[in-house]
């Protein structure tokens, strides 16, 4: 990610707690593009495990796990407390919080 993207922060803090600082030859806010240039062999990239979808598997690209340093971040939902939710908002939270479980447990079964 360019300049100014906190994942872009996230990225360098990452690679400095592990001794090095990344020489990006690609800055772009297209992750599909950006897996793309490193299945063609133009470098490697880090990126949040929630961004594995189906265009993303069928590159010819291997995935691994970041074991150290340990690199995670938080994911917030928030809402305004004093409105009232009607059935939609309900129904949208459930669905990401359900979404997100299902997903961890999906990385916790294969290992990342």
């Not at 809402?79 to 997903?103: A, G």
Request: charged share 30%; with cysteine.
């Amino acid at each position: 990610m360019p300049l100014g993207y906190d994942f872009r922060d996230m990225t360098e803090r990452f690679c400095r707690e592990a001794g090095f600082y990344p020489d990006f030859a690609f800055e772009g806010d297209e992750t599909g593009i950006t897996h793309e240039l490193v299945e063609k062999g133009l470098g490697v990239a880090l990126f949040p495990s929630l961004l594995s979808n189906e265009r993303l598997h069928d590159l010819q690209t291997a995935k691994l796990k970041i074991i150290e340093p340990h690199c995670s971040r938080t994911v917030g939902l928030v809402w305004h407390k004093s409105r009232p939710c009607n059935d939609i908002v309900k129904s949208f939270i459930q669905y990401t919080m359900k979404f997100l479980e299902d997903k961890k447990d999906q990385e916790r079964k294969n290992g990342f």
